[in-house]
């Protein structure tokens, strides 16, 4: 089962107190966008078979909204921190890097 520490009350919650949200740090387009980066601002998303950020809810809890990065092929989860960042935090991208030589976020952006 997948379990998150909510960055924001410090509980760990298991899957079924949060809401997924999808990938996190994504930029999101306006009116004033071309219809090919508006069209791939809507549909396209990242889904890697390894290291991942997404934004989840810790709806049955507080109820603030919060980004994870984790492996989604082994459920490991390498940090939570604030959705109000446009990147993750040093430390955990230092964690990912440290487990997986080669990952840089550059990489995954
Ligand atoms: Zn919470």
Redesign the pocket.
């Known amino acids: 089962m997948l379990m998150l520490t909510?960055?924001?009350?410090?509980?760990d919650?298991d899957e079924t107190e949060l809401t997924p949200g999808g990938q996190a740090h994504l930029t999101r387009e306006t009116v004033g966008s071309d219809d090919d980066t508006f069209e791939s601002y809507l549909f396209m998303r990242e889904n890697p078979k390894g290291v991942h950020f997404e934004r989840w809810r810790?709806s049955y809890?507080?109820?603030?909204w919060?980004h994870a990065a984790r492996c989604t092929v082994t459920l490991e989860v390498f940090g939570t921190y604030s959705a109000q960042t446009t990147e993750p935090p040093k430390e955990i991208c230092d964690k990912i890097s440290g487990k997986r030589p080669g990952w840089s976020w550059g990489s995954f952006s």
């Open positions: 909510c960055p924001y009350c410090g509980i919650a810790h809890g507080c109820g603030k919060f």
